[in-house]
């Protein structure tokens, strides 16, 4: 077992996304790590851990357990279940992994707590958006809200709207826009995109669970 801790780098940036590379590249030196601890400090926890998990994929050694010890409840700890501070370290001790889908989008990133499809610049995102083959909207909207799920068929996705909160499930979440910007767990990228895509990875995550 190996616990990798989050420091205080930002890892969204170069020099963060270096340290995640390097804490999960020696950790998987070791032909004995069979569970990974991924244990998060109090700055956003769920992108740290979002990181790791990219970091494994990207490896092609989903084969390793991993357990979340996050300080406080988060987005990710409520969708999975999963208990946060002491409790967290305990499971993370002795729970046993259960395979659960992955949720990854195109640009290689992990989706492990939410995510949202926003217009740039706080205006309304003109596109329109799927999930599977069901239409979520065609238009303007607020945005659109997506999260993974802990079963099959993997994730679901809703309108960014107080109003109008019936998700729609399936394997992916599809979104395409003039003016697309994409949020994952709370940290945004500036950087316009034509399209947004967030589905369930070939491979499933061995999450230890309660």
Same mark, same amino acid.
């Given at each position: ?37 991924? &244990? /998060?400090?109090?700055?956003? @926890?769920?992108?740290? =851990?979002?990181? +790791?998990? %990219? $970091? *494994?994929?990207?490896?092609? !050694? ?79 909207? &607020? /945005?659109?809200?997506?999260? @993974?799920?802990?079963? =099959?068929?993997? +994730?679901? %996705? $809703? *309108?960014?709207?107080?109003? !109008? ?46």
């Amino acid at each position: 077992m190996v616990v990798l801790g989050q420091n205080s780098t930002p890892h969204g940036n170069a020099a963060g996304k270096a340290a995640v590379r390097a804490l999960v590249s020696g950790a998987l030196d070791d032909p004995a790590t069979t569970r990974i601890v991924i &244990r /998060g400090g109090p700055d956003n @926890p769920d992108a740290f =851990a979002a990181a +790791v998990l %990219a $970091r *494994l994929m990207i490896a092609e !050694r989903l084969d390793v357990e991993v357990a979340y010890v996050a300080p406080v409840a988060t987005p990710a700890t409520r969708r999975y279940g999963l208990p946060h501070g002491p409790a967290a370290d305990t499971l993370a001790q002795s729970g046993n992994a259960r395979a659960v889908p992955l949720i990854r989008d195109d640009a290689a990133t992990v989706l492990l707590g939410r995510a949202r499809q926003l217009g740039e610049g706080g205006a309304k995102l003109h596109g329109e958006s799927y999930v599977d083959n069901e239409r979520l909207f065609t238009g303007d909207v &607020r /945005g659109v809200v997506i999260e @993974p799920l802990p079963e =099959a068929p993997g +994730v679901r %996705a $809703r *309108l960014d709207h107080p109003l !109008r909160r019936r998700w729609e499930t399936g394997r992916a979440a599809q979104t395409g826009g003039t003016n697309l910007v994409v949020e994952r767990e709370g940290v945004l990228t500036d950087r316009v995109v034509k399209r947004s895509t967030f589905y369930r990875h070939h491979v499933d995550l061995l999450l230890v669970l309660p």
